[in-house]
C-alpha cells in the first residue's frame, strides 16, 4: 500500500517502511506524527483519489532526526565590474519513517 502526502509545500509517495526527509517538523525525535493532508492512497489496482483531500485518512511516521542539508552555494557576478558576491544556504530537515498508512 502506497499514500501520496502533502507537507511543507511538497508532495511525497510514501509506503510503510520508509524513511524520508521532510521541511523541518516542530516534534521531538521519537515523536510520532501524522500527516492528514492526503491526496492519494492505493493498492495495486485499487486507487482512491481525493478531491483534493481524502477524507478520514491518515499517514502516520515517528521522527528519526533532525539536521540541516547540504550547503547550496549561491554565486552573484558581474563580468568587468570587480563584483563578485558568495552567499550559502542550508536547509533544515526532518527526518521520518513511515509507520503506518490507514485509509
Known amino acids: 500500500m502506497y499514500a501520496v502526502i502533502k507537507t511543507g509545500g ?5 509506503s510503510e517502511g520508509d ?14 506524527v501524522d500527516f ?8 495495486g489496482a485499487d486507487v482512491k483519489v481525493g478531491a483534493p483531500l481524502l477524507e478520514g485518512s ?5 521522527v528519526k532526526a533532525h539536521g540541516r542539508g547540504k550547503k547550496v552555494e549561491i554565486i552573484k557576478f558581474r563580468r568587468r565590474k570587480h563584483h563578485m558576491k558568495r552567499m550559502g544556504h542550508r536547509q533544515n530537515f526532518t527526518e521520518v519513517e513511515i509507520t503506518g498508512i490507514s485509509g
Open 19 to 32: 524513511t524520508l526527509r521532510v521541511e523541518s517538523l516542530d516534534a521531538n525525535e521519537g515523536d510520532s
Open 10 to 14: 511538497k508532495q511525497y509517495r510514501v
Open 58 to 62: 491518515r499517514v502516520t511516521a515517528t
Open 36 to 43: 492528514d493532508e492526503v491526496l492519494m492512497v492505493g493498492e
